[in-house]
T-cell receptor, first 114, second 109 residues
């Protein structure tokens, strides 16, 4: 089954404790991205990757890191989480990164930072 | 001004009604337009792409008005299962994908 998976689905952590949210897709998509969704603000892009070893900042990259060592995986790293990073996070992939292709989303990760 | 603006709703309509909502955008260079549907606490999923000539998929009709810079979604004969948030999405230059905040739709029996 073609899908995007994320883990964990739910996470409660404390300020400053490093964490990683994994994202994997099995569709051989070149483009992957991370979004956060907050009430009233919609989906905002954090980072994106056009292909392996090619990543770039989205609209709200501060406090996040990513890497793309393999085509299928695109982990999101919070080196020192803070309460303002409490949010619902989605990973997404598409065939190419031209903005014209359907985005496939993972099921989301609900993160709470206390 | 936001790049994409949507009426947040909620739109509360009876089953069987026709409902329409718009999405306005500010970047005239936007090239691709989509409607996504998001159920509560779930991931967004593509509902339909929006083409210049307008397109229809069953009870759903999407239209693009480039001159006035808006896209619209019309839902006919609404069903209870249509209750969701509808996201307007724009694609422009490489990698730039903009999501609207969404319009909440609630269909009542």
């Amino acid at each position: 089954e073609a899908q995007v998976t994320q883990n964990p689905r739910y996470l409660i952590t404390v300020t400053g404790k490093k964490l990683t949210v994994t994202c994997s897709q099995n569709m051989n998509h070149e483009y992957m991205s991370w979004y956060r969704q907050d009430p009233g603000l919609g989906l905002r892009q954090i980072y994106y990757s056009m292909n392996v070893e090619v990543t770039d900042k989205g609209d709200v990259p501060e406090g996040y890191k990513v890497s793309r060592k393999e085509k299928r995986n695109f982990p999101l790293i919070l080196e020192s989480p803070s309460p303002n990073q409490t949010s619902l996070y989605f990973c997404a992939s598409s065939l190419y990164g031209t903005g014209t292709y359907e985005q496939y989303f993972g099921p989301g990760t609900r993160l709470t930072v206390t | 001004r936001k790049e994409v603006e949507q009426d947040p709703g909620p739109f509360n309509v009876p089953e069987g009604a026709t409902v329409a909502f718009n999405c306005t955008y500010s970047n005239s260079a936007s090239q691709s337009f989509f409607w996504y549907r998001q159920d509560c606490r779930k991931e967004p999923k593509l509902l339909m792409s929006v083409y210049s000539s307008g397109n229809e998929d069953g009870r759903f009709t999407a239209q693009l008005n480039r001159a006035s810079q808006y896209i619209s979604l019309l839902i006919r004969d609404s069903k209870l299962s249509d209750s969701a948030t509808y996201l307007c999405v724009l694609g422009g230059s490489a990698s730039k994908i903009i999501f609207g905040s969404g319009t909440r739709l609630s269909i009542r029996p």
